[in-house]
Structure formats: structure tokens, C-alpha cells
């Protein structure tokens, strides 16, 4: 997977889109495929998009007009994975959503690790113990240091980002971590295998977190 995203705070599922389309703006290369995108519902159930081609462009078409998508953009808690088209089914096994937090990330966060259970059922079943995010992800990625994955964990008041020791070997890869000093709302994102490898994840990052600062209270 080429790219993941995650936010939490007031706007966050429109935070993740404004950084998701500033990506596929200044990118170049595996994007404009499949995605899948969660928000959590006002019941604080979580609810997913998803196509196999297209990316962000297919998922504005396909909800633009329904009800959903304006309490989904409203949404505290947010986040995507994207990369190029077709990949296996069920797309939810690269996003695991939960009402307690939400885990993406890059490369393969879907594959198992040391434990036999995916990575990012790991982070979730951590977060969903208590575990803050940031502890989350990298607990789950010391444990597995040559595993091709890299994970964003986001609960509703806290974000964090690992990517094993594989994945920091490459050259192709960049990330962005934006907390408010406040801890009010906060962003991140992973990426590899696009150009520019250079200032892709910060100038995306900072366009979503543009929008959660817009709405502090």
C-alpha cells in the first residue's frame, strides 16, 4: 500500500480528504487506485468507503450526494489507506476500524507478524487494552523488525506512527506527525513508492491539519 492517513479532532474525516487530495495532487505514481476510508459515526460506530479504482475522485463521486457524507467529514476520528488499483478483497483487511480507535498505515499492514495475527490486529487489540496509539505502533513494529509494514494508530484523543526496521531502510519513504501543543487534534501519514519523496508527506500533512486547526474551539 502506497499511503496511509489518520486524524482525530473537530473535521478530521474532512482533514484526511484535504490531505489525501493534496497527495494525489503532488504526487506521482501509485495513487488514484484503491482506497478505503473510515470515520466514526455519531453513534461511535465506525463506517467504511472503498473502491478498487479511482481513489479519492471515485469516493467524492459515489457519496457526494448522500446524507452520510457530511457528519463522515465532521467526523473526530478518521482515516485512510490508498495505493493503485485492484487489490485483494476484502479491501478492510488494510484499514481495521473499531468505536475505539482506527489502524492504517504503508507497505503491508494487513501481513502477520511474529505473534500469526496481522500487525494491524495487533495495534488495534492494544489500543482497544488501554495502550496509547503511539506506543501501540511501535510495540507491534520492534516486535517484527523485518516485516514490509508500517502502521498509524489514531484513537480520539491521540495519534502515533511506526514503521519496522525493514521499512526505514528504504529510500523511497517519507511520514509526517502534526500534534496541536494543546493536544487538541492531531495528523499523520506514511508514504512510499511516489515522488517526490521529499516534501510530499509534510506539504499533505499540513494541508489537512490546516483544516483541523481551522476549527479549534
Known amino acids: 500500500m502506497t499511503i496511509g492517513i489518520a486524524a482525530f479532532g473537530a473535521e478530521a474525516g474532512r482533514a484526511?480528504?484535504?490531505a489525501w487530495a493534496e497527495a494525489e495532487r503532488f504526487g506521482r505514481g501509485d495513487l488514484h487506485g484503491f482506497a478505503v476510508f473510515y470515520a466514526l459515526a455519531p453513534d461511535g460506530e465506525p463506517l467504511g468507503l472503498e473502491c478498487q479504482r479511482g481513489g479519492l475522485g471515485t469516493i467524492r463521486a459515489q457519496w457526494s450526494t448522500r446524507p452520510d457524507l457530511a457528519w463522515m467529514m465532521a467526523s473526530p476520528l478518521a482515516a485512510v489507506i490508498t495505493s493503485g488499483p485492484d487489490r485483494p478483497e476484502p479491501l478492510s483487511q488494510f484499514l481495521l476500524a473499531s468505536r475505539k480507535g482506527l489502524v492504517t498505515g504503508?507497505?503491508?499492514p494487513n501481513?502477520?507478524?511474529?505473534?500469526?495475527?496481522?500487525v494491524n490486529v495487533e495495534a488495534l487489540a492494544l489500543i482497544e487494552?488501554?495502550?496509547?496509539?503511539a506506543t501501540a505502533a511501535q510495540r507491534?513494529?520492534?516486535?517484527?523488525?523485518?516485516?514490509?509494514?508500517g502502521l498509524i494508530a489514531v484513537t480520539a484523543g491521540d495519534i502515533g506512527l511506526a514503521d519496522s526496521e525493514r521499512v526505514r531502510e528504504r529510500d523511497d519513504r517519507g511520514e509526517a506527525l502534526i500534534l496541536a501543543?494543546?493536544?487538541r487534534y492531531g495528523l499523520a501519514l506514511l508514504h512510499n513508492s511516489i515522488e517526490p519523496v521529499k516534501g510530499l508527506a509534510?506539504?499533505?500533512?499540513?494541508?489537512?491539519?490546516?483544516?483541523?486547526a481551522g476549527h479549534e474551539s
Open 111 to 118: 501481513r502477520a507478524g511474529v505473534s500469526g495475527l496481522p
Open 106 to 108: 504503508h507497505r503491508l
Open 202 to 212: 509534510e506539504a499533505a500533512a499540513r494541508q489537512g491539519a490546516a483544516v483541523l
Open 129 to 133: 487494552a488501554g495502550i496509547d496509539p
Open 140 to 149: 507491534v513494529m520492534d516486535a517484527n523488525p523485518r516485516l514490509d509494514a
Open 181 to 183: 501543543p494543546d493536544r
Open 16 to 18: 484526511v480528504w484535504s
